[in-house]
Nanobody
Framework: QVQLIESGGGLVQAGGSLRLSCAAS??????VGWFRQAPGKEREFVGG????????YFADSVKGRFTASRDNAKSTVYLQMNTLRPEDTAIYYC????????????????????WGQGTQVTVSS
């Protein structure tokens, strides 16, 4: 069992930045994805990072504004969110996928085995 602990959410004005963290023991063995869910909407893929960190993939809605990185020494993955918009407001979840190749980044929620508790991100206009 992998317990994912997220942190870093909060309230920010449009145009601002936040960095989310996702930590878990042994996280270097997993590809990690970030998803978000706004009220009344389905959970959607935001971005992800392969086990090696060399493969990343982002949804078109955040491409160029969000980046992801991992620090395997700290068993932590980060989601850096810049130029935030009100439509980015949602609960953000990190998820871990095991048994995938080193450079592969899963993009569908059914491909992930473990989920964090979520952290609220609110962007005011």
């Amino acid at each position: 069992q992998v317990q994912l602990i997220e942190s870093g959410g909060g309230l920010v004005q449009a145009g601002g930045s936040l960095r989310l963290s996702c930590a878990a023991s042994g996280l270097s063995r997993y590809a990690v994805g970030w998803f978000r869910q706004a009220p009344g909407k389905e959970r959607e893929f935001v971005g992800g990072l392969s086990r090696s960190g060399g493969g990343t993939y982002f949804a078109d809605s955040v491409k160029g504004r969000f980046t992801a990185s991992r620090d395997n020494a700290k068993s932590t993955v980060y989601l850096q969110m810049n130029t935030l918009r009100p439509e980015d407001t949602a609960i953000y979840y990190c998820a871990a996928a095991g048994g995938v190749s080193t450079l592969f980044t899963p993009t569908h929620r059914t491909q992930y085995d473990y989920w964090g508790q979520g952290t609220q991100v609110t962007v005011s206009s």
